[in-house]
T-cell receptor
Framework: NAGVTQTPKFQVLKTGQSMTLQCAQD?????MSWYRQDPGMGLRLIHY???????DQGEVPNGYNVSRSTTEDFPLRLLSAAPSQTSVYFC?????????????FGEGSWLTVV | GENVEQHPSTLSVQEGDSAVIKCTYS??????FPWYKQELGKGPQLIID?????GEKKDQRIAVTLNKTAKHFSLHITETQPEDSAVYFC?????????????FGAGTRLFVKA
């Protein structure tokens, strides 16, 4: 198993550009999510999904869109990049949607918006 | 809203000493408390967890304690080694209809000096 795979690893965007961060998991996990990590602020939930066709907002959803057309994939779209979206993004998955299941993280995507 | 406070933000210890990281959560409905270790350039990885019906859990050199009344939980690492140097995150998870919510602390950067 590859686990949770994110691409790209590094990206530089200009303000106003759009892009998609890709995420795939091969563990047949029900629950997938996106976090952003900023210095001194830990990990903050952007969006999550409890199954194909179902998505919901987390703590900091503004400026981001997600979709879940398959169990395996959960892409994160930045609609119009802003410097405030410079961050490290982590995709994560969990076997079931219930509390108490281990969250597995990808390796991270470093995004810089200039 | 719900939050998790984590202290200290930085911790430096001598190899062989113990390290303690403390967290406080606000949502009394939280029922699952995982701890994650993040090495440089990597995604966070679960190292130990504790559920709300347990007061203490130990795994080799790592132990976690939970005081539900005070809403405190702590990570204890004994006989620290240089490879324990990393950023550690605590988290508190709450179930809700359709899923769960995990709130992370801001992280503790642990340095173990050889």
């Amino acid at each position: 198993n590859a686990g949770v795979t994110q691409t790209p690893k590094f990206q530089v965007l200009k303000t106003g550009q759009s892009m998609t961060l890709q995420c795939a998991q091969d563990m047949n996990h029900e629950y997938m999510s996106w976090y952003r990590q900023d210095p001194g602020m830990g990990l903050r939930l952007i969006h999550y999904s409890v199954g194909a066709g179902i998505t919901d907002q987390g703590e900091v959803p503004n400026g981001y869109n997600v979709s879940r057309s398959t169990t395996e994939d959960f892409p994160l779209r930045l609609l119009s990049a802003a410097p405030s979206q410079t961050s490290v993004y982590f995709c994560a998955s969990s076997y079931r949607r219930t509390s108490g299941n281990t969250i597995y993280f990808g390796e991270g995507s470093w995004l810089t918006v200039v | 809203g719900e939050n998790v406070e984590q202290h200290p933000s930085t911790l430096s210890v001598q190899e062989g000493d113990s390290a303690v990281i403390k967290c406080t959560y606000s949502d009394s409905a939280s029922n699952y408390f995982p701890w994650y270790k993040q090495e440089l350039g990597k995604g966070p990885q679960l190292i130990i967890d504790i559920r709300s019906n347990v007061g203490e859990k130990k795994d080799q050199r790592i132990a976690v304690t939970l005081n539900k009344t005070a809403k405190h939980f702590s990570l204890h690492i004994t006989e620290t080694q240089p490879e324990d140097s990393a950023v550690y995150f605590c988290a508190a998870t709450t179930s809700h209809t359709g899923g769960f919510k995990t709130i992370f602390g801001a992280g503790t950067r642990l340095f173990v000096k050889a």
